[in-house]
């Protein structure tokens, strides 16, 4: 069953505005961790921000920050004065484990497709 | 730097071949992913491995096998290629898992 959902598979931004995206997440662990991460068009994977399930904070990085709403199990992606070279794919991953026995590993969403407009 | 090198770029073979994709990485990582990206469907894990010689199934292992000889190196083998892997195939690597996962280039894979 998948446990991360992106239900946007594309979205438009006025640039210097500024857009959230969407992440929702199911897991059964108390102890789990969130992560954005962008992939533009020449492939590479850039780690954006993490926000742990302990942390009291929303995660903050430069334009970048997090709104974590545990009850609701949503990690969602503000960014802030968009800017043309933010188009790219973006991706919500969460760290998960089959079961108490088994390791961790990193799940990911099927990601938002961010198209910034001049 | 994290440098996560994947051997090949772009890799086209013929149904039915056995292909290896190698991933090295220079930093030590204990553990070590492999995903394929597909469009519409993200990333999704093949296998990983948290230690030399210990690897564990991900989401989608059917087809794929795995081998960890040497903490650095992690490669991923398709015993007889099929036309549905054609994908482009992610190497990841981290310290543990509360880190963020260093990437590869990413390997395009074609099968024909």
């Known amino acids: 069953a998948q446990k991360i959902t992106q239900t946007q598979p594309g979205m438009f931004v006025q640039e210097k505005e500024a857009v959230t995206l969407d992440c929702t997440y199911d897991?059964?662990?108390?102890?789990?961790?969130l992560f954005w991460y962008k992939q533009p068009s020449s492939g590479e994977m850039i780690f954006l921000i993490y926000?742990?399930?302990?942390?009291?904070q929303n995660a903050t990085e430069g334009r970048y920050s997090l709104n974590f709403q545990k009850a609701r199990k949503s990690a969602n992606l503000v960014i802030s004065a968009s800017q043309l070279g933010d188009s790219a794919m973006y991706f919500c991953?969460?760290?998960?484990?089959?079961?108490?026995?088994?390791?961790?590993?990193?799940?990911f969403g099927s990601g938002t497709r961010l198209l910034v407009r001049p | 730097d994290v440098k996560v090198t994947q051997s090949s770029r772009y890799l086209v073979k013929r149904t039915g071949e056995k292909v290896f994709l190698e991933c090295v990485q220079d930093?030590?990582?204990?553990?070590m992913f492999w995903y394929r990206q597909d469009p519409g469907l993200g990333l999704r894990l093949i296998y990983f491995?948290?230690?030399?010689?210990?690897?564990e199934k991900g989401d989608i292992p059917e087809g794929y096998s795995v081998s960890r000889e040497k903490k650095e190196r992690f490669s991923l083998i398709l015993e007889s290629a099929s036309t549905n892997q054609t994908s482009m195939y992610l190497c990841?690597?981290?310290?543990?898992?509360?880190?963020?996962?260093?990437f590869g280039s990413g390997t395009q894979l074609s099968v024909l």
């Open positions: 990841a690597s981290c310290m543990n898992s509360n880190e963020k996962l260093f």
């Open positions: 930093m030590d990582h204990e553990n």
């Open positions: 991953a969460m760290r998960d484990r089959r079961n108490e026995d088994s390791s961790y590993k990193l799940i």
């Open positions: 926000q742990g399930s302990y942390d009291e």
């Open positions: 491995s948290y230690d030399v010689k210990m690897k």
């Open positions: 897991t059964s662990d108390q102890s789990y961790g």
